[in-house]
């Protein structure tokens, strides 16, 4: 069997007490929980539009249906504000303002009624999804650490709904977005030639 690689982190010598380290890594949780609460509430303003935007009535209702989830991940981090003693405060997310521009730039960009469009939609989501996985992983595990059992299982509920938003949108992808999105384009070929 392999050698277990586990390493214990090495640091340079700093000179903080037990309880220091404590409150500054909890006050980057929060932090990142701010970060996360923005990101969650641009996406409720964001997602109808790319509901709009969507050619299939599949991705149009994913899009909505995520939608009614993303609200309740908004409200249950509400909830992990008030387990800290803390009011909902957002901290803009660049990162998600980004990914949800490149959104609205890929709507510029397609035409509106084909299935390229939708690919391209998909793949854009699944952008967001990622970042989402990303942050919600991330304070999961930090929460664990912080010893708040009860924070991290929320935060553990909204990471599984991402996951299963992913997976949702690679099957749109396979069944038969992409498909009908690549005939589409040999349609083109075809008509150009
Ligand atoms: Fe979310």
Redesign the pocket.
């Given at each position: 069997m392999a050698k277990s690689t586990k390493k214990t982190a090495s640091k340079k010598e700093v000179s903080y007490t037990k309880e220091e380290n404590q409150n500054m890594l909890q006050e980057f949780f929060l932090d990142e929980l701010r970060d996360?609460y923005w990101?969650?509430k641009h996406?409720v303003k964001s997602l109808p539009k790319f509901q709009k935007a969507a050619t299939s009535e599949e991705l149009a209702g994913a899009f909505e249906e995520?939608l009614a989830?993303?609200e309740e991940?908004v409200a249950r981090l509400e909830q992990v504000f008030e387990l800290l003693g803390e009011k909902p405060r957002g901290k803009k997310c660049e990162a998600m303002e980004g990914l949800v521009k490149e959104g609205e730039s890929i709507i510029k960009d397609t035409e509106a009624g084909t299935s390229t469009r939708d690919a391209a939609l998909i793949i854009s989501a699944q952008k967001i999804?990622h970042y989402?996985i990303a942050a919600?992983g991330g304070l999961c595990t930090l929460a664990k650490t912080l010893g708040t059992e009860e924070i991290a299982e929320i935060l553990g509920e909204?990471l599984e709904?991402?996951k299963e938003?992913d997976e949702l949108l690679t099957e749109l992808a396979e069944n038969n977005i992409n498909e009908v999105a690549a005939m589409e384009d040999e349609e083109e070929v075809e008509e150009e030639n």
């Amino acid at each position: 069997m392999a050698k277990s690689t586990k390493k214990t982190a090495s640091k340079k010598e700093v000179s903080y007490t037990k309880e220091e380290n404590q409150n500054m890594l909890q006050e980057f949780f929060l932090d990142e929980l701010r970060d996360i609460y923005w990101a969650e509430k641009h996406l409720v303003k964001s997602l109808p539009k790319f509901q709009k935007a969507a050619t299939s009535e599949e991705l149009a209702g994913a899009f909505e249906e995520h939608l009614a989830v993303t609200e309740e991940q908004v409200a249950r981090l509400e909830q992990v504000f008030e387990l800290l003693g803390e009011k909902p405060r957002g901290k803009k997310c660049e990162a998600m303002e980004g990914l949800v521009k490149e959104g609205e730039s890929i709507i510029k960009d397609t035409e509106a009624g084909t299935s390229t469009r939708d690919a391209a939609l998909i793949i854009s989501a699944q952008k967001i999804e990622h970042y989402e996985i990303a942050a919600y992983g991330g304070l999961c595990t930090l929460a664990k650490t912080l010893g708040t059992e009860e924070i991290a299982e929320i935060l553990g509920e909204t990471l599984e709904e991402e996951k299963e938003t992913d997976e949702l949108l690679t099957e749109l992808a396979e069944n038969n977005i992409n498909e009908v999105a690549a005939m589409e384009d040999e349609e083109e070929v075809e008509e150009e030639n």
